[in-house]
Nanobody, 115 residues
Framework: QVQLVESGGGLVQAGGSLRLSCAASGISFSNSAMAWYRQAPGKQRVYVAKISRFFGTIYADSVQGRFTISRDNGENTLYLQMNSLKPEDTAVYYC?????????WGKGTLVTVSS
């Protein structure tokens, strides 16, 4: 059974930092493309950053230079370091794994950035 469990969300002031984690199980983590998505209130879910041994790392323009995606294959954990946070970064952040031709999702962690 595939499980993705996010943690690290919370309330932070604009300009601050947060680090999200996603603990994965039930997949071949090192061989899976992993990503972070987010969904702001009333908006569609959009990708934030992706990481894969095939294509490296890719970032949405809105977070380029502020967010860093990384992974620890030994711990089966995905990270998202978020710096210089802005109120428009407020959203539920979801961990995504693409494995065996299927997209898997965590339940999300809420990030709220106050101005």
């Amino acid at each position: 059974q595939v499980q993705l469990v996010e943690s690290g969300g919370g309330l932070v002031q604009a300009g601050g930092s947060l680090r999200l984690s996603c603990a994965a199980s039930g997949i071949s983590f090192s061989n899976s493309a992993m990503a972070w998505y987010r969904q702001a209130p009333g908006k569609q879910r959009v990708y934030v950053a992706k990481i894969s041994r095939f294509f490296g790392t890719i970032y949405a323009d809105s977070v380029q230079g502020r967010f860093t995606i990384s992974r620890d294959n030994g711990e089966n954990t995905l990270y998202l370091q978020m710096n210089s946070l802005k109120p428009e970064d407020t959203a539920v952040y979801y961990c995504n794994a693409y494995a065996y031709g299927i997209d898997y999702w965590g339940k999300g962690t809420l990030v709220t950035v106050s101005s």
